[in-house]
């Protein structure tokens, strides 16, 4: 079973799209990142971005729940 890295994140993406086999993309919180299949592991086992969680919340007008999110 492949480790994943230490310092990974799982990224929000714009538009209800799944991965259609593209090199790299942009992210909610404007980062640039090379993409992949995603795996049923990355759901369990890397965090979710907290930058682009916290964009996502301010569109809505709602804020993060402290110490939920990295």
Known sequence: MPV???DGRRYAFRG???????SQA?????VTVPLA????MDWIWIPTC?????A???EQG???DSGTRQ
């Not at 942009?26 to 404007?30: A, D, P």
């Not at 907290?50 to 916290?54: D, F, L, P, V």
């Open 16 to 22: 209800a799209r799944r991965w259609s086999g593209c």
């Open 50 to 54: 907290g930058a682009c969680w916290a």
């Open 37 to 40: 299949a995603p795996s049923e």
């Open 4 to 6: 994943p890295h230490p």
């Open 62 to 64: 709602r804020e993060p």
């Open 56 to 58: 996502l919340l301010a």
């Open 26 to 30: 942009e992210t909610v919180c404007g």
